[in-house]
T-cell receptor, first 114, second 111 residues
Framework: DTEVTQTPKHLVMGMTNKKSLKCEQH?????MYWYKQKAKKPPELMFVYSYEKLSINESVPSRFSPECPNSSLLNLHLHALQPEDSALYLCASTQWGTTEETQYFGPGTRLLVL | DAKTTQPTSMDCAEGRAANLPCNHS???????VYWYRQIHSQGPQYIIH???NNETNEMASLIITEDRKSSTLILPHATLRDTAVYYC????????????FGQGTELSVKP
């Protein structure tokens, strides 16, 4: 099973709202990722967690707050977002620790900020 | 910065082989070449990866030149469902497993 699940599929929020995106995998992977993808653009890395610790933050604004409660679960907490944050948010996971790793992606959450 | 160069778009007739090229002239010795594809509004899907040798799986074949400066993804019998953006990625092991996506090739398979 190479499935990464993400909820919700779609989310509409106002600029004063607080919401969370959820990602889950049960492949025993020890690294999980958040990517952001704007329309007609490639995905861009936001955060990397390895062994439940944040290992990479690609200078993402603090209105995005990641959390990794356990090795299977990754959250992205959203607060005071701007309309330009509207995008497809993708989660991925991988085994970690070797040069030959495949990242498996979830279907994404499409976020619209009004 | 992405270190791969791909054509922006390509067309392919249904049932024919689709050959998608990628240049990665600055690739170093232990970096793998990965191919993913993204069907409209879905998450990227892993296709295949390789280091030096040609690789084949149930989805595609990957041909890597001897100098490793370029590669070609081959979909042997393209179907309409293969219409997608195809990304060629060189994985940088010293950057914590980051995948740096380039602009990709938009493949349109036509009946």
């Amino acid at each position: 099973d190479t499935e990464v699940t993400q909820t919700p599929k779609h989310l509409v929020m106002g600029m004063t709202n607080k919401k969370s995106l959820k990602c889950e995998q049960h492949m025993g992977h020890r690294a999980m990722y958040w990517y952001k993808q704007k329309a007609k653009k490639p995905p861009e890395l936001m955060f990397v967690y390895s062994y439940e610790k944040l290992s990479i933050n690609e200078s993402v604004p603090s209105r995005f707050s990641p959390e990794c409660p356990n090795s299977s679960l990754l959250n992205l907490h959203l607060h005071a977002l701007q309309p330009e944050d509207s995008a497809l948010y993708l989660c991925a996971s991988t085994q970690w620790g070797t040069t030959e790793e495949t990242q498996y992606f979830g279907p994404g959450t499409r976020l619209l900020v009004l | 910065d992405a270190k791969t160069t791909q054509p922006t778009s390509m067309d392919c007739a249904e049932g024919r082989a689709a050959n998608l090229p990628c240049n990665h002239s600055t690739i170093s010795g232990n970096e793998y070449v990965y191919w993913y594809r993204q069907i409209h509004s879905q998450g990227p899907q892993y296709i295949i990866h390789g280091l030096k040798n040609n690789e084949t799986n149930e989805m595609a074949s990957l041909i890597i030149t001897e100098d490793r400066k370029s590669s070609t993804l081959i979909l042997p019998h393209a179907t309409l469902r293969d219409t997608a953006v195809y990304y060629c990625i060189v994985r940088y092991d010293n950057q914590g497993g980051k995948l740096i996506f380039g602009q990709g090739t938009e493949l349109s398979v036509k009946p």
